[in-house]
Nanobody
Framework: QVQLVESGGGLVQPGGSLRLSCTASGLDFKTYAMGWFRQAPGKEREFAAAISWSGSRTYYPDSVKGRFTISRDDAKNTVYLQMNNLEPEDTAVYYC?????????????????WGLGTQVTVSS
Protein backbone atom coordinates (compact mmCIF):
# COMPACT_ATOMS: atom_id res chain seq x y z
CA GLN A 1 0.00 0.00 0.00
CA VAL A 2 1.43 3.31 -1.08
CA GLN A 3 1.44 6.15 1.44
CA LEU A 4 2.63 9.71 1.14
CA VAL A 5 2.76 11.63 4.41
CA GLU A 6 3.34 15.37 4.47
CA SER A 7 4.63 17.32 7.46
CA GLY A 8 6.09 20.70 8.32
CA GLY A 9 3.12 22.96 7.78
CA GLY A 10 2.07 25.63 10.22
CA LEU A 11 1.51 29.32 10.82
CA VAL A 12 4.20 31.74 9.68
CA GLN A 13 4.41 35.49 9.30
CA PRO A 14 4.77 37.13 5.88
CA GLY A 15 8.40 37.01 4.80
CA GLY A 16 9.04 33.89 6.84
CA SER A 17 10.10 30.40 5.79
CA LEU A 18 8.87 26.84 6.14
CA ARG A 19 10.19 23.51 4.96
CA LEU A 20 7.68 20.84 4.07
CA SER A 21 8.56 17.17 3.97
CA CYS A 22 6.82 14.26 2.32
CA THR A 23 7.87 10.71 3.13
CA ALA A 24 6.78 7.89 0.88
CA SER A 25 6.33 4.21 1.56
CA GLY A 26 5.12 1.25 -0.46
CA LEU A 27 6.74 2.31 -3.72
CA ASP A 28 10.18 2.35 -5.34
CA PHE A 29 10.72 6.00 -4.55
CA LYS A 30 13.78 6.58 -6.72
CA THR A 31 11.79 5.71 -9.85
CA TYR A 32 9.05 8.28 -9.21
CA ALA A 33 8.88 11.94 -10.10
CA MET A 34 7.54 13.96 -7.20
CA GLY A 35 5.44 17.08 -7.07
CA TRP A 36 3.92 19.58 -4.68
CA PHE A 37 0.52 21.10 -5.28
CA ARG A 38 -1.54 23.45 -3.17
CA GLN A 39 -5.18 24.28 -2.74
CA ALA A 40 -6.58 27.40 -1.13
CA PRO A 41 -10.20 27.55 0.09
CA GLY A 42 -12.60 27.91 -2.82
CA LYS A 43 -9.87 27.45 -5.42
CA GLU A 44 -8.66 24.61 -7.58
CA ARG A 45 -5.58 22.62 -6.70
CA GLU A 46 -2.59 24.26 -8.38
CA PHE A 47 0.96 23.28 -9.18
CA ALA A 48 3.70 24.45 -6.80
CA ALA A 49 6.84 22.47 -7.71
CA ALA A 50 8.06 19.21 -9.24
CA ILE A 51 11.27 17.23 -9.41
CA SER A 52 12.22 14.47 -11.83
CA TRP A 53 12.87 10.92 -10.69
CA SER A 54 16.61 11.52 -11.05
CA GLY A 55 16.53 14.85 -9.27
CA SER A 56 18.24 16.51 -12.22
CA ARG A 57 15.26 18.61 -13.28
CA THR A 58 13.00 20.86 -11.26
CA TYR A 59 9.94 22.83 -12.34
CA TYR A 60 8.11 25.76 -10.78
CA PRO A 61 5.26 28.05 -11.73
CA ASP A 62 6.09 31.74 -11.98
CA SER A 63 4.18 32.44 -8.77
CA VAL A 64 6.78 30.66 -6.62
CA LYS A 65 9.91 30.74 -8.78
CA GLY A 66 12.85 32.12 -6.82
CA ARG A 67 11.10 31.56 -3.48
CA PHE A 68 10.41 27.79 -3.39
CA THR A 69 12.94 25.00 -3.82
CA ILE A 70 12.08 21.34 -4.24
CA SER A 71 14.61 18.62 -3.46
CA ARG A 72 14.66 14.90 -2.78
CA ASP A 73 16.59 12.44 -0.64
CA ASP A 74 16.16 8.97 -2.10
CA ALA A 75 17.91 7.36 0.88
CA LYS A 76 15.09 8.68 3.08
CA ASN A 77 12.27 8.29 0.53
CA THR A 78 11.53 11.94 1.15
CA VAL A 79 10.87 15.02 -0.95
CA TYR A 80 11.16 18.51 0.49
CA LEU A 81 9.74 21.91 -0.33
CA GLN A 82 11.71 24.82 1.07
CA MET A 83 9.52 27.91 1.02
CA ASN A 84 11.08 31.32 1.62
CA ASN A 85 9.73 34.86 1.62
CA LEU A 86 6.22 33.53 2.13
CA GLU A 87 3.25 35.68 1.22
CA PRO A 88 -0.36 35.55 2.44
CA GLU A 89 -1.27 34.29 -1.04
CA ASP A 90 0.74 31.14 -0.30
CA THR A 91 -1.81 30.10 2.32
CA ALA A 92 -3.20 26.72 1.30
CA VAL A 93 -3.19 23.02 2.00
CA TYR A 94 -0.04 21.61 0.42
CA TYR A 95 -0.12 18.12 -1.09
CA CYS A 96 2.71 15.97 -2.34
CA UNK A 97 2.24 13.57 -5.21
CA UNK A 98 4.17 10.78 -6.92
CA UNK A 99 4.06 9.76 -10.56
CA UNK A 100 5.92 7.67 -13.08
CA UNK A 101 6.39 10.11 -15.95
CA UNK A 102 9.10 12.24 -17.50
CA UNK A 103 9.08 15.92 -18.27
CA UNK A 104 7.18 18.84 -16.79
CA UNK A 105 5.30 17.87 -13.66
CA UNK A 106 2.71 20.62 -13.53
CA UNK A 107 -0.23 18.54 -14.70
CA UNK A 108 -1.88 16.92 -11.69
CA UNK A 109 -3.43 14.19 -13.86
CA UNK A 110 -0.04 12.53 -14.43
CA UNK A 111 0.40 11.71 -10.76
CA UNK A 112 -0.56 8.30 -9.42
CA UNK A 113 -0.50 8.84 -5.67
CA TRP A 114 -1.33 11.71 -3.35
CA GLY A 115 -0.84 12.56 0.29
CA LEU A 116 -3.51 13.99 2.57
CA GLY A 117 -1.92 17.41 2.79
CA THR A 118 -0.50 19.80 5.35
CA GLN A 119 -1.86 23.26 6.12
CA VAL A 120 0.31 26.32 5.54
CA THR A 121 -1.01 29.64 6.81
CA VAL A 122 0.84 32.89 6.16
CA SER A 123 -0.51 35.67 8.33
CA SER A 124 0.60 38.40 10.68
Amino acid sequence: QVQLVESGGGLVQPGGSLRLSCTASGLDFKTYAMGWFRQAPGKEREFAAAISWSGSRTYYPDSVKGRFTISRDDAKNTVYLQMNNLEPEDTAVYYCAAGMFSGWGGDKTVYDYWGLGTQVTVSS
